[in-house]
């Protein structure tokens, strides 16, 4: 309770200086970035009290101090602090690519691809049929809007596994293959997303210009990953430095069409897998990862003018039911493994983490189908983070105690 207390306490005392402070511009955007970090915090907290994720937290703090709510964080902040959801989604994919193991590969890496194909297919079936018949009357191109939304509902976010799996103090094969199978739909989706969006976006993308983005982030991801590591090795000094540069560098490569996502992915991959210096840089990302992931997810809901997505809470429940169905349906056909076509479903609902990075990327590639896009996927991320967290948490000391007799 004294969390909560907290966060009402500095909200309130957010507006009641900025009412009698008069701050250009400047003080306002630090201003309103120290009261947003202060307030996300202590709500964050209170969340993970009850027993829910900290991100939803954050996510309901920025969705309260919104223009279009309280009006707390003005617009053109929003626009100011850009930046820090760029650099947020670079380490979101470090930390996926991070998240993928050769040794868990080669001994269940057939069957995890599988499945990840078989779920992310039939998921993405039915979204985007679901999505066909409902969104007619919506504005922009129903089509465009069904296949970027099939994408983006068929994610399941690792790093919510991971602490999921770390707070219910359980080690099952289940969990590490849902948490396999959240990984390759993060690369799945990125991948998807790198080619797609071009497409839709711009008839006269060549297929030559989308391989040499793909080759070339991949290229690129590789040798970033290999610099790295000379640098930790032979220099060491000032690295969580020169990971916040690289990071800030790699939300620039764009410009040469090569994908930030892709880059970022394959550079955790690297480090993980072919370095030693896989904890060195672990440590460096959690040293950045709590506050650039409390403001990403605050200011990410920020933008959002929560009177749209009440009328989207029916829409989204039927999306995360279609979800739930053919996430079933494609586990049931990918494996014999009891405890997944069991519990699968469960484990795999909420998605916080880089379907609110890609959102953020939607929104700017999609102007006019940006905005139902962001809505339904944001709504669907809040009411799942809301129960599937604590299902998954019974679920998985279910299936411990079910393999431990």
Same mark, same amino acid.
């Given at each position: 309770?004294?969390?909560?207390?907290?966060?009402?306490?500095?909200?309130?005392?957010?507006?009641?200086?900025?009412?009698?402070?008069?701050?250009?511009?400047?003080?306002?955007?630090?201003?309103?970035?120290?009261?947003?970090?202060?307030?996300?915090?202590?709500?964050?907290?209170?969340?993970?009290?009850?027993?829910?994720?900290?991100?939803?937290?954050?996510?309901?703090?920025?969705?309260?101090?919104?223009?279009?709510?309280?009006?707390?964080?003005?617009?053109?902040?929003?626009?100011?602090?850009?930046?820090?959801?760029?650099?947020?989604?670079?380490?979101?994919?470090?930390?996926?690519?991070?998240?993928?193991?050769?040794?868990?590969?080669?001994?269940?890496?057939?069957?995890?691809?599988?499945?990840?194909?078989?779920?992310?297919?039939?998921?993405?079936?039915?979204?985007?049929?679901?999505?066909?018949?409902?969104?007619?009357?919506?504005?922009?191109?129903?089509?465009?809007?069904?296949?970027?939304?099939?994408?983006?509902?068929?994610?399941?976010?690792?790093?919510?596994?991971?602490?999921?799996?770390?707070?219910?103090?359980?080690?099952?094969?289940?969990?590490?293959?849902?948490?396999?199978?959240?990984?390759?739909?993060?690369?799945?989706?990125?991948?998807?997303?790198?080619?797609?969006?071009?497409?839709?976006?711009?008839?006269?993308?060549?297929?030559? !210009?989308?391989? @040499? =983005?793909? #080759? *070339?982030?991949?290229?690129?991801?590789? +040798?970033?990953?290999? $610099? &790295?590591? %000379?640098?930790?090795?032979?220099?060491?000094?000032?690295?969580?430095?020169?990971?916040?540069?690289?990071?800030?560098?790699?939300?620039?490569?764009?410009?040469?069409?090569?994908?930030?996502?892709?880059?970022?992915?394959?550079?955790?991959?690297?480090?993980?897998?072919?370095?030693?210096?896989?904890?060195?840089?672990?440590?460096?990302?959690?040293?950045?990862?709590?506050?650039?992931?409390?403001?990403?997810?605050?200011?990410?809901?920020?933008?959002?003018?929560?009177?749209?997505?009440?009328?989207?809470?029916?829409?989204?429940?039927?999306?995360?039911?279609?979800?739930?169905?053919?996430?079933?349906?494609?586990?049931?056909?990918?494996?014999?493994?009891?405890? !997944?076509?069991? @519990? =699968?479903? #469960? *484990?795999?609902?909420?998605?916080?983490? +880089?379907?609110?990075? $890609? &959102?953020? %990327?939607?929104?700017?590639?999609?102007?006019?189908?940006?905005?139902?896009?962001?809505?339904?996927?944001?709504?669907?991320?809040?009411?799942?983070?809301?129960?599937?967290?604590?299902?998954?948490?019974?679920?998985?000391?279910?299936?411990?105690?079910?393999?431990?007799?």
């Amino acid at each position: 309770m004294i969390y909560l207390l907290a966060s009402l306490g500095f909200g309130a005392l957010f507006f009641m200086l900025k009412t009698y402070l008069q701050l250009n511009s400047f003080y306002l955007i630090a201003f309103s970035l120290g009261f947003l970090i202060l307030i996300s915090f202590f709500t964050g907290k209170f969340f993970s009290k009850i027993g829910l994720p900290a991100i939803t937290g954050y996510l309901i703090t920025g969705l309260i101090l919104s223009p279009y709510l309280t009006g707390g964080v003005p617009v053109y902040v929003l626009k100011a602090t850009k930046f820090i959801e760029e650099i947020a989604i670079v380490f979101i994919a470090f930390q996926s690519g991070m998240e993928i193991e050769l040794k868990f590969l080669k001994q269940y890496g057939k069957e995890v691809i599988r499945l990840t194909m078989l779920i992310a297919l039939f998921a993405f079936a039915g979204i985007f049929a679901t999505s066909l018949f409902l969104l007619k009357k919506f504005p922009g191109n129903v089509l465009n809007t069904s296949i970027i939304l099939g994408i983006l509902l068929i994610l399941k976010s690792p790093l919510s596994t991971i602490a999921i799996i770390k707070e219910s103090n359980t080690n099952t094969l289940f969990g590490e293959k849902i948490l396999g199978i959240a990984v390759f739909k993060d690369v799945l989706v990125v991948t998807l997303f790198a080619i797609i969006v071009p497409l839709l976006t711009s008839g006269n993308s060549s297929a030559k !210009l989308i391989v @040499y =983005g793909l #080759i *070339g982030s991949v290229v690129f991801g590789i +040798l970033l990953g290999f $610099l &790295i590591s %000379l640098y930790m090795k032979h220099i060491k000094a000032e690295a969580h430095v020169l990971i916040f540069l690289l990071a800030l560098f790699i939300t620039e490569l764009s410009y040469i069409h090569l994908d930030p996502l892709i880059i970022s992915v394959i550079v955790g991959f690297f480090i993980k897998n072919f370095t030693v210096y896989d904890n060195e840089f672990s440590k460096i990302l959690n040293t950045f990862s709590p506050i650039l992931y409390l403001l990403f997810f605050t200011l990410a809901d920020s933008g959002i003018d929560v009177r749209n997505l009440i009328p989207l809470i029916p829409v989204s429940l039927l999306f995360i039911a279609v979800k739930w169905v053919f996430t079933m349906l494609g586990i049931s056909l990918g494996t014999k493994d009891v405890s !997944l076509r069991k @519990y =699968g479903a #469960i *484990g795999l609902l909420n998605q916080s983490g +880089l379907s609110l990075a $890609l &959102i953020v %990327l939607a929104e700017a590639a999609f102007p006019v189908e940006g905005p139902i896009i962001k809505g339904i996927v944001i709504t669907v991320i809040v009411l799942t983070d809301i129960f599937a967290p604590a299902l998954f948490k019974k679920v998985l000391v279910k299936v411990s105690t079910e393999e431990a007799n």
